[in-house]
């Protein structure tokens, strides 16, 4: 069995329908609670079974609820309790079979097999007329995706983002930066677009060979900080966490487990963030997202800001 990685779905005995949301799946699989059989259910499977989505705080109030055993940080199923995994990679073919929104993403990126998946409602066949695009690619492949998606707008191929979808971003995401910083930042990732009218994004995930040194676990809380520094490596900064390895006199990296901040510095820029210190071993790391919504935290580009 291939390993269980970010952006997979899981499905427990019951039914229930897990985002996987970390890479230390070898015992006990990471995820965040999504759909759950309801016959008054607003989604509809493939079987014309029933669910209910579920968001971020109804999902952990739920699994504290009736499944304790797996609550957390995020929910912790034991790999022994899985009845399904569903995988992006191995089930796009069929996903764009069927939608073709999504075929005409693939052939805009003509990326090898096993390079990008689907994720989210459409990989749970739960999709409905609102959904949007869930894409991800892997690895290395993910940087070539992002550049196809900067010429595909040039060109007129998919559609970039108006004023009003940026304005709809920005009041989902409630980030802790004014409207234009937000944009500014945004405009220059390249990894979210529209395609006939359909919101998509390019979700990045580790390839199966990079899986080891994924960051995992929660370290020593230390306080709450602001830090500026220089980025000295942002190669895994669309990653989930996004990683920041930086110069500064006492904190080697910026992690962030909001997608608001990932890819928001490049490398050589210097960055002001806010979040809560943490130690890791000799290390210490900022760690910004630490609430859902990351109240108070933040990463922003002052090299980009001066520009």
Known sequence: MLPIRLRDFVEDPDGWLYAVSAYDNEINVGCVLRYVPDNEGERVGPSGQRYRK????????????EKPAYAGLIQRIPRTDLHRVLKPDLEIPLIAASHPRVKKLLDLFRLPPGAVGCTGSLLCGLEN????????????????????????????????????????????????????VFVLHEQRKWNRGQIEGTYFDILYTRSYDKLAGAPAGKGE?????????????????????????????SVTKVLSFTHTYSGQALTGETIEACGVLEQHGAERWLIVGTTREAKGEYILSKTLLRE
């Not at 579920?54 to 609820?65: L, V």
């Open 129 to 180: 007329g609102s959904s949007d695009i869930d894409m991800v690619v892997y690895g290395e492949h993910w940087f070539t995706a992002q550049a196809l998606v900067k010429q595909g707008i040039a060109d007129g191929r998919i559609e970039g983002m108006s004023p009003e979808m940026w304005r709809k971003v920005y009041e989902k995401r409630k980030p802790e930066i004014p409207y234009e």
């Open 54 to 65: 579920y968001d971020f705080e109804d999902a952990y109030a739920r699994i504290a609820r």
């Open 221 to 249: 809380v230390l306080g709450k900080q602001t830090i500026v520094a220089t980025v000295t490596d942002a190669s895994l900064a669309f990653d989930n966490p996004a990683v920041y390895e930086i110069a500064h006199e």
